[in-house]
Each structure stands twice: as structure tokens, then as C-alpha cells.
């Protein structure tokens, strides 16, 4: 035989050897679509602006398109992450999911879908603001009376802030809220933050981290944040009977005169519905680790979407995770036995109240009940399948 022989032999195996490599790594690749729809809520907030910084990176390091379209009404942004799949994504808050899942307020007659979180977006600092000429200087002296609350009627979650949590931090019985607390309906978050410098409303709740925010900080008069004292457990557990998704917390984030003010977090997701691709969830998340040093530095919130981060908050979130997602995340070594364990009861948690609801839409269509949060008849039906549910709250 020629010398020369076992060598071509090593290099023909090795060639096939490669061959195989590659053909198993191809069949493992997923390409993301070629267009990305990514849904955040409106212009003017933190979710939209930190999306459009890491968007133009996932395009020029995998090839696609972003689309980030902002979309203040959360329960139409809802429908078209689950009922009309033209976003195919959502930057959502946890406290807005746990609305959706559970059917609370305007979508209790809407069809219910299992949602699953697929990587942290951000942990925004939210709290009550007044403008800087205003005599309301704490929390307590909004129980003087004739005071006006801007309320976002856009948002679920935000009505239910000003018009149930907010009384119940104050130690206010409904009778009282009602005499002293005079809401006044904002159809945008935009509306709703500008109502205290343009003299429509007294105090407002709002995100620290809007950019909104930062114009009204420069208006004529400024603007003061209304300390939530971490401390005073008895008007926190007030709060948290009807928010029990966020987190008391002293704000680090944001326009300069909410810092050291003590608030709440909520935090905010990319979620998606439960029945997305295994591959795509993976492959997002994947991008969205291993390029975080590459999209972090462009908005302060994309700093939020470090794994450490979302680390932390799975020690607390009752969302479930998507599958794709958890795949990646054991591959790296941050998912443990205790987390497939929370999952798996979030998942079953989830599940029963959307098939609970699917019942009671079957029934009221059945009976020819008008669906909707408005009708007292469909409500009774609601509650008659949704009796006995537990309901998701942070895991503190």
C-alpha cells in the first residue's frame, strides 16, 4: 500500500466525521422568521423605546426583521398576540397576564389562551405622582377628600391600581373611596401621567422609567413622587390584596426626582402563546443571552434582560416558562429541579383556569348569554366554573 494511503483514509473519515457534524448541527438550526412583530405598549413607554434598541442588532447578527408595533390598549394588544397572531410577541407586564389568564375585568368575555413568559424584559419601578406645586405631600394626605385620581381606563391592571388598590393602601372602606377619591378617566398611559401638570387630575400612577415622565420632570413646576413607606406592612397588604403581582421596593430607576422614593415593581415580560415553536422560544433566547453585551448599553432597561436578572425573578414568578425557553436555560446551567417543579404547577395552574373559562363561554353561548364583563348573568356563570381557583401571585 502507499505510504500516502492511511493518510487519505484519516482524511476521508475525518471529512465524513465533519460531514455528520454539520449535518446534525443544520438540523438543529432554527431560523427565527424573516419578520419579527414584536408588541409593546405606546410610544412613550420604557418597553417600546429598550425593544427598538435590541431590534436593529437581532437583525444585523441574524438576519430578521423587527417590527415593533406599539399598541396602548393592552386588551387589543392581547388579541392580536393570541386571537389574531399578528404580533408575535408581546413586552407585557406580569400583573396584565395574570388579568388575562384569570379573565379579570374587560377580558373575563374574551377566549382565554395559555400565554408563557420567554425571557424577562425589565422590572419597572411604578408610584403615585403629583405636580411640584401640589399641597398633597404623602400618601396619607390623599384621604383628605376632593381629591382627583387619574385613571387609565386602557389598562386593566391600572384601574384596578387607582380605583381598588390604591383605597385599600390608604385603610379607605369603598363608601370613602368613593366620597373622596374622584376618578377621572385617561384613554392613553400618556394621557394618564400628563393629567397632573395639565391640571386634569391631582395624582396619577405611573412608571418611573417613561419617558413622559422626563417631560413633565421639565415642566413649569416639576413634579414629586408620594413615598410608599416599604415599612408600613399593614397599607402594603392592603395594596397587594388587589395587586399581588408586583414589588414593594425602593426606586432606583427612572426620572431623577422618583429616586429614593419608595414604590413598587412590576415586572415586564416577552411573552408568547403556549403553543409557539419550541425552536423559536430556544433560539430567542439563546439570542438573547449570548448577545446581551452587544444590545445592553442601548437603553437603560435592555440592562434588565441580563440572565442574572431573570434569574433572580424566577425565584419569585408564578408565570410559567415556555418550554423552548427552559431547554436553553438548563443548557447553561441556571434552571434547576425546584424550578421544573414551580412550572409544572404553574402550567397546571394556568391550565385550569383556561379551561375553566372555555366552560363558561361554552355555557353562556349555549344559554345565548351576552359575553360580556357588563352582564351580570355572564358574570355569574364566570364565577360559578372559576369558583375554588387559586389565584397567581407573586411567589415572595
Known amino acids: 500500500m502507499s505510504p500516502r494511503a492511511p493518510r487519505s483514509l484519516l482524511s476521508l473519515a475525518c471529512a465524513m466525521a465533519i460531514g455528520v457534524s454539520v449535518g446534525v448541527a443544520k438540523a438543529e438550526e432554527y431560523d427565527l422568521p424573516r419578520l419579527l412583530v414584536i408588541g409593546t405598549p405606546g410610544t412613550s413607554s420604557g418597553s417600546f423605546a429598550s425593544t427598538n434598541g435590541w431590534a436593529p442588532i437581532l437583525k444585523e447578527q441574524l438576519g430578521t426583521n423587527s417590527r415593533v408595533v406599539p399598541e396602548d390598549s393592552e386588551p387589543q394588544r392581547y388579541r392580536r398576540l393570541t386571537e389574531r397572531r399578528d404580533i408575535n410577541m408581546s413586552s407585557v407586564s406580569s ?58 381606563a386602557f389598562s386593566p391592571p391600572m384601574t384596578t391600581a387607582v380605583q381598588q388598590a390604591l383605597p385599600a393602601y390608604l385603610g379607605m ?153 427552559v431547554r436553553y436555560l438548563k443548557e447553561i446551567d441556571v434552571w434547576t429541579e425546584e424550578d421544573d417543579a414551580w412550572n409544572n404547577e404553574a402550567i397546571k395552574k394556568m391550565d385550569a383556569w383556561i379551561e375553566a373559562r372555555k366552560a363558561a363561554l361554552a355555557e353562556a353561548r349555549e344559554k345565548g348569554v351576552e359575553i360580556s364583563h357588563n352582564n351580570e348573568d355572564f358574570m355569574a356563570i364566570y364565577r360559578k366554573h372559576t369558583e375554588g381557583l387559586e389565584g397567581f401571585r407573586s411567589r415572595l
Not at 363608601?175 to 374622584?182: D, F, H, P, R
Not at 415586572?267 to 419550541?278: G, I, L, M, R, T
Not at 414568578?317 to 423552548?324: D, K, L, R, T, Y
Open 95 to 152: 400583573a396584565e397576564m395574570r388579568f388575562q389568564v384569570e379573565g379579570i375585568g374587560a377580558y373575563a368575555g374574551m377566549e382565554p389562551v395559555p400565554q408563557r413568559m420567554l425571557w424577562h424584559h425589565n422590572d419597572t419601578p411604578w408610584g403615585f405622582v403629583v405636580s411640584g406645586d401640589s399641597d398633597i405631600e404623602t400618601m396619607d394626605d390623599l384621604k383628605k377628600g376632593g381629591v382627583r385620581v387619574a385613571q387609565g
Open 173 to 325: 372602606t369603598e363608601e370613602e373611596a368613593s366620597e373622596k377619591l374622584e376618578f377621572v378617566p385617561a384613554s392613553s398611559y400618556v394621557e394618564n401621567c400628563r393629567s397632573v401638570v395639565e391640571g386634569k387630575a391631582d395624582v396619577a400612577y405611573c412608571a418611573t422609567i417613561s419617558s413622559v415622565l422626563s417631560e413633565m420632570e421639565g415642566a413649569p413646576g416639576g413634579i414629586r413622587w408620594l413615598n410608599m413607606d416599604i415599612d408600613n406592612k399593614e397599607a402594603w397588604a392592603g395594596f397587594l390584596e388587589h395587586r399581588p403581582m408586583v414589588v414593594p421596593t425602593t426606586i432606583t430607576m427612572g426620572v431623577s426626582t422618583a429616586k429614593g422614593v419608595d414604590g413598587l415593581a412590576s415586572n415586564f415580560v416577552y411573552a408568547v402563546p403556549a403553543d409557539v415553536d419550541d425552536a423559536f422560544a430556544y433560539s430567542l433566547a439563546k439570542w438573547f443571552h449570548q448577545s446581551f453585551d452587544d444590545y445592553k448599553g442601548t437603553h437603560p432597561l435592555a440592562t434588565r434582560m441580563d440572565v442574572d436578572i431573570f434569574r433572580d425573578y424566577l425565584d419569585r414568578s408564578p408565570i410559567p416558562v415556555h418550554e423552548g425557553t
